[in-house]
């Protein structure tokens, strides 16, 4: 499930954000100077010997310092959300701070030479702190509450975190050295809890609200997905052959069509077209068949348009010709997937739930409304700290 391995990837790399510190919490709380790790010393950039402090973690607009306490930085609204949903500058800051480290991108030098490419990594960082917020609309939207037992374990969780310090003072600092609050570390244990419960409503079993019956479920699996074998040869197929030293992309796309003509030719003469097909993808390229020796089974939008289309056209048994997508030329057989389905019920039935649960909730993500608030559109990079 994509969407919990986000959060899971958040809330973890929020938890090891203050769990480093433990090592150096009994130093710093033994020094009264160094508790505070909003500022430290640095030179200025006029090239003399005097020394400045950095900016305390927050957010700044045009040098001047923004009050951050109880500023919503996106508001989601859409049907079946009574309440506005509120994310506060504080969770959208330390999503921000986790994906300049993410991808590398904390050196100051490297958004001197390409500040153009800001917009896009805010655009990252937007659906980011948007997406995390499925578990709170669909608890509007199905009235899934916290009980006393969600609680319990919200408050064993973050007592967790406190014991797995030598004391709490050695917790708060490294709350405080890592940038995070006790309250935003809860928000967010809290979110994954209620993310859980409403998955487990809406798709964790078998007579989850959302999900149907088994026999329900094995026709959607007969009349709206497809298993094939497939052979890819791509458009680059021979560009590290030494005869292709210095030829053209159209001249690697012309070798690569050939070659995937051979082997249909080749395939159409054998005398048993399945395991020709079978034999020819373990060794081509990106088919991904090592990994899926039985095929691939897939539903609508889940290939490229062009693989997607001729693969449901095909009849069970049916060999394709040379189908053209932008990454090369396939050839593709159709399995049978009635036995297939009722032999890997299990394995199937959990990648059907979380296809059918991820594009739910990219549908309902889809049909919110996102409001920013009116420091969004002119952020930089150094306004938020």
Known sequence: MNKFLKLLAFIMALVIAVSCFASCGDTATDEDDTSDSTTSDSTDTTGDDSETETLA?????????????????????????????????????????????????TDDSYWENNESLFETFMTIVDYYVEDQQWGAILAQMYDIELDDDDYAEIEEIMQEEVDSFDSEDEFNYALEASGITYDLLERVITQSVLCEKVYQVLYGDQGAILLGTEDEIKEDLQN??????????????????????????????????????????????????????????????DSGMV???????????????????????????????????????????????????????????????????????????????????????????????
């Not at 919503?72 to 504080?90: A, C, N, S």
């Not at 693989?307 to 030329?329: M, P």
């Open 57 to 105: 973690a927050g957010l700044y607009i045009d040098g001047e310092s923004i009050d951050t306490e109880n500023l919503v930085m996106l508001t989601i609204t859409g049907d079946g959300i009574d309440e506005p949903i509120e994310v506060m500058f504080d969770e959208y800051r330390y999503m921000y701070m986790y994906l300049l480290s993410y991808y590398g991108l």
């Open 224 to 285: 709206d997905y497809v298993r094939v074998y497939h052979v890819l040869i791509t458009n680059d197929h021979f560009a590290d052959d030494e005869e292709y030293a210095d030829a053209t992309d159209e001249e690697l796309q012309a070798a690569a069509l050939a070659y995937a003509e051979e082997i249909l030719a080749a395939i159409q003469a054998s005398d048993d077209i399945e395991a020709a097909v079978y034999e020819y993808a373990q060794d081509a390229d």
């Open 291 to 385: 990994d899926n020796e039985a095929g691939y089974m897939f539903t609508y939008g889940d290939m490229v348009e062009d693989f997607e289309n001729a693969s449901f056209a095909l009849e069970v048994g049916e060999l394709s010709g040379i189908v053209e997508s932008v990454y090369g030329y396939h050839i593709i057989y159709r399995l049978e997937q009635d036995e297939y389905i009722e032999e890997n019920w299990d394995d199937l039935l959990s990648d059907y739930i979380s296809i059918e649960f991820n594009n739910y909730v990219d549908e309902v993500l889809e049909n919110c409304t996102m409001t920013y608030n009116e420091y969004h559109d002119i952020l930089t990079y150094g306004c938020i700290q």
